[in-house]
């Protein structure tokens, strides 16, 4: 099911938000928002709750996810663990977004998303077969074409676990398919659920490879996404290089709204077991 931009438009206003505000903030901004989010199917979290089984049998789930979504105005999204294509094909309709879908060697594909025009896209560039051990959960690259020039983004959830041997085939395999991007010095992300912490082996190559970690540039606190109860760990990150990590403005979690479970309320439920990764990019000159 699909809705108008006015019934979306009504519905952002029951959340609190006017369509001419929104139009409004539309216009003025220069700023590049980008959200990292895992979110666990789009089934809500811990999904055995009464309410949250409610809520994904009756197909609520996609609208709850794009409305807290439409909050905080994004211009790029990165779903790991992405719901079925229909359903985000949906929330990108309900945000007036264009989106491509990158194939799980698994069961866990990735969408991205972006109100700019993705003009290419390419599911696991290795540049040769994937190896069947590795990237079974996702990785894409696309190519956002903003007003100030395009923008590579790599979109990633990499191996679960405590032992770090794949992740670490992983992230070697993405760096040296990054390379030539990297050397030529392109504004790129890398944003999504990476299953690491930041006193891992494989945090210290992205960042010796020229990587900068957006919240460890601007953030405060320990920037904490797992679980969205009791936050534990920090594994979603939202990364750049080049031009655009000269610009970052903010980057927290989002611990806060729908997207947190309210531990003194039994019934309550938070849309993923993640935590959503927000960060701002001032305009690039």
Not at 78 to 100: C, Q, T
């Amino acid at each position: 099911m699909t809705i108008s931009r006015r019934q979306f438009c009504a519905a952002l206003a029951a959340a609190g938000i006017s369509a001419t505000a929104l139009s409004a903030a539309e216009e003025k901004r220069e700023a590049l928002r980008v959200i990292a989010y895992n979110v666990y199917v789009c089934k809500g979290w811990p999904d055995d709750r009464p309410l949250a089984k409610t809520a994904s049998k009756s197909g609520q789930m996609t609208r709850r996810t794009a409305m807290e979504l439409a909050l905080y105005e994004p211009d790029v999204i990165n779903f790991s663990e992405s719901p079925s294509e229909e359903m985000a094909k949906e929330i990108a309709g309900y945000l007036g977004m264009n989106h491509v879908r990158f194939p799980s060697g698994g069961n866990w594909p990735g969408t991205l998303l972006s109100r700019y025009e993705i003009v290419d896209a390419v599911n696991c560039p290795l540049g040769y077969p994937r190896p069947k051990e590795l990237f079974t959960r996702h990785w894409g690259k696309g190519t956002i074409k903003l007003p100030s020039g395009d923008l590579i983004v790599h979109s990633a959830h990499l191996m679960p676990g405590p032992d770090p041997a794949v992740r670490l085939k992983e992230v070697k395999a993405m760096l040296t398919s990054m390379k030539e991007d990297l050397d030529a010095g392109r504004s790129m992300l890398l944003i999504g659920d990476l299953n690491h912490g930041p006193d891992c082996e494989e945090y210290k190559m992205w960042i010796d490879a020229g990587w900068v970690d957006t919240f460890a540039k601007v953030g405060e606190g320990d920037g904490l996404t797992i679980k969205a109860d009791t936050p534990q760990y920090r594994i979603d990150f939202v990364m750049a290089t080049g031009p655009i990590a000269k610009t970052i403005t903010e980057s927290r979690p989002l611990f806060e709204g729908a997207f947190r479970v309210n531990t003194a309320d039994s019934n309550s439920f938070a849309l993923s077991d993640h935590l959503p990764q927000l960060a701002t990019f001032g305009e690039m000159k």
